[in-house]
């Protein structure tokens, strides 16, 4: 079975840092763009920032309210992909979620979704 | 960046109806734009690849049309399970922006 498992959610004081994993399983993710979709209480869905596959040059990119604080990094080796989160803010808050295009191109959509991970910062 | 913006933020229907829900790209997107329903406590899922491509196991009640910059998505009889959160995404370039949502709720 295909599936993404997100982990690594915690309460953290503002400034802190804080990794999130995004382990798969059912296919290798070197292979897959994979994204981090975020969403604040209440609001709707942000995107963050992707890992490219290896064939797409395996680079991450960015959304601007993160770039510079957050990082993207895979071991391929535990074919889990990592967000290393850092100056966290208050405005961070939110239930993180790992996503993919399986059965789909990535350009035309995001298939397989992890169940998310809550992180919370406040002091 | 490309803005997506949809409308309407919230939509009130009943069982039964047709609904459409539009989506607008501050660019031409070509057809790089997906279709999401989220119901509360999960994650989304994805309904519509490709502006138009519905996902295997979607019912076909549900379609989407356009390409360019005007997008929409078509429920075409509403069924109770249907009642939830509506999101578009571009996937043309990064950062892959989200529309606002649309709450769709029992009338």
């Known amino acids: 079975e295909v599936q993404l498992v997100e982990s690594g959610g915690a309460l953290v004081k503002p400034g802190g840092s804080l990794r999130l994993s995004c382990a798969a399983s059912?296919?290798?993710?070197?292979?897959?763009?994979v994204s981090w979709v975020r969403q604040a209480p209440g609001k709707g869905l942000e995107w963050i920032g992707r890992m490219k596959s290896e064939t797409g040059g395996g680079t991450p990119d960015y959304a601007a309210p993160v770039k510079g604080r957050f990082t993207l990094l895979r071991d391929d080796s535990k074919n889990t992909l990592y967000l290393q989160m850092r100056s966290l803010k208050t405005e961070d808050t939110a239930v993180y979620y790992c996503a993919t295009s399986y059965e789909v191109y990535y350009y035309s959509g995001m298939d397989v979704w992890g169940q998310g991970t809550t992180v919370t910062v406040s002091s | 960046d490309i803005q997506l913006t949809q409308s309407p933020s919230f939509l009130s229907a009943s069982v039964g109806d047709r609904v459409t829900i539009t989506c607008r790209a501050s660019?031409?997107?070509?057809?790089?734009l997906a279709w999401y329903q989220q119901r509360p406590g999960k994650a989304p899922k994805l309904l519509i690849s490709a502006a138009s491509t519905l996902q295997s196991g979607v019912p076909s009640r549900f379609s989407g049309t356009g390409s360019g910059t005007e997008f929409t998505l078509t429920i075409s009889s509403l069924q109770p399970e249907d009642f939830a959160t509506y999101y578009c995404q571009h996937l043309k370039t990064y950062p892959c922006t989200f529309g606002q949502g649309t709450k769709l709720e029992i009338k």
């Open positions: 660019q031409v997107i070509s057809s790089y």
């Open positions: 059912g296919f290798t993710l070197n292979v897959a763009w």
